[in-house]
T-cell receptor, first 112, second 116 residues
């Protein structure tokens, strides 16, 4: 069985500050990892995904994530956030058959 | 990619009634899924909608409560039966084009259900 843990339910940061949203996973098999974003009153949008190869994955809107197999982590980072990054961020894992398991989400709030 | 529409976008229903949510995709897709997102919560997979056969339900979800149809490769319905206030959630349809776990999943805009 797979599971995803997002350690922070809320992360407040100031505009133009860096941010890291933490995600840990557990699985007995190889996994694929995703970060999705949900803007207020909108559907989910894929930010980035790790399938294989380079452990540093770059996504849209300046976000990137690093896959760390030994620590079973897939933390999301952005060097400088903008007000428009205010959203809910979900880490997710899948292994096969396209079934995705989502973490509990992290609400990122940006202060001016 | 895939563009997904859902109907209705929102509804307010009375306890004990049923609501059927439609999911339409602009292209043929392999996999279709139904998720529930309760207020302030993450997404929970309800079931995988299988074309031409019964849906595959996740633990805690049963066909009598959430019957699902998938008559073809572009359309699916989810019915929330005998509703109670605890069923108030956003229900989302999602699809993948392939069958691998590496395939991106596309999500519909969701159906916001309130049960009184």
């Amino acid at each position: 069985a797979q599971s995803v843990t997002q350690l922070d339910s809320q992360v407040p940061v100031f505009e133009e500050a860096p941010v890291e949203l933490r995600c840990n996973y557990s699985s007995s098999v190889s996994v694929y990892l995703f970060w999705y974003v949900q803007y207020p009153n909108q559907g989910l949008q894929l930010l980035l995904k790790y399938l294989s190869g380079s452990t540093l994955v770059k996504g849209i809107n300046g976000f990137e994530a690093e896959f760390n197999k030994s620590q079973t982590s897939f933390h999301l980072r952005k060097p400088s956030v903008h007000i428009s990054d205010t959203a809910e961020y979900f880490c997710a894992v899948s292994s096969s058959a396209s079934k995705i398991i989502f973490g509990s989400g992290t609400r990122l709030s940006i202060r001016p | 990619s895939a563009v997904i529409s859902q109907k209705p976008s929102r509804d307010i229903c009375q306890r004990g009634t049923s609501l059927t949510i439609q999911c339409q995709v602009d292209s043929q897709v392999t996999m279709m899924f139904w998720y529930r997102q309760q207020p302030g919560q993450s997404l929970t997979l309800i079931a995988t909608a299988n074309q031409g056969s019964e849906a595959t339900y996740e633990s805690g979800f049963v066909i009598d409560k959430f019957p699902i149809s998938r008559p073809n490769l572009t359309f699916s319905t989810l019915t929330v039966s005998n509703m109670s206030p605890e069923d108030s959630s956003i229900y989302l349809c999602s699809v993948t084009v392939g069958t691998s776990g590496s395939d991106e999943q596309f999500f519909g805009p969701g159906t916001r259900l309130t049960v009184l």
